[in-house]
């Protein structure tokens, strides 16, 4: 498949605080015929060719996007305070043809397809994270106590 061939359309929300939910529109992200578009309620907030735009997942899960001279946090979630989006906001993605992605993780992969250059954390990777966290802390702290006794033990 050729990269403008590749076509893909979503809604998710932007991050535009770290702590306000309600500060998080939903925004509509749409690639086609090579060319990234974010668009809110408002209007178009950027467009920019595929080679022109630079990507990169944090270590939270997010997606930074950086295209026309802006940056954009896109997260799946805006919290409770977050607002759903209208359905005639959601309307384009929903009668499009093109590709539907679901969450921000599906973005990658349709991104570097488009001649994108993605960096950071993949969603997999965060999760085997994750599991690493929930699994190695409790473990780590089981082998501090157990060195704790022995310690004491020793005295």
């Avoid at 960096?119 to 089981?142: D, K, M, Q, T």
């Amino acid at each position: 498949m050729s990269n403008s061939e590749v076509e893909a359309i979503g809604w998710t929300y932007w991050r535009k605080s770290l702590w306000n939910g309600t500060a998080c529109p939903p925004v509509i992200l749409e690639l086609k015929n090579s060319s990234l578009l974010i668009r809110s309620e408002g209007g178009v907030l950027a467009t920019a060719r595929a080679s022109q735009v630079a990507a990169r997942y944090t270590a939270l899960g997010a997606l930074r996007l950086s295209l026309a001279g802006s940056e954009f946090t896109i997260i799946n979630y805006a919290g409770p305070a977050g607002r759903s989006p209208s359905r005639d906001f959601v309307r384009p993605v929903t009668e499009s043809p093109s590709q539907k992605i679901c969450g921000i993780a599906d973005w990658g992969p349709v991104l570097e397809q488009a001649g994108v250059t993605v960096e950071g954390y993949r969603y997999s990777e965060l999760v085997a994270f994750g599991v690493g966290i929930l699994v190695g802390v409790p473990l780590l702290g089981v082998l501090v106590a157990i060195l704790v006794m022995a310690m004491n033990a020793m005295r």
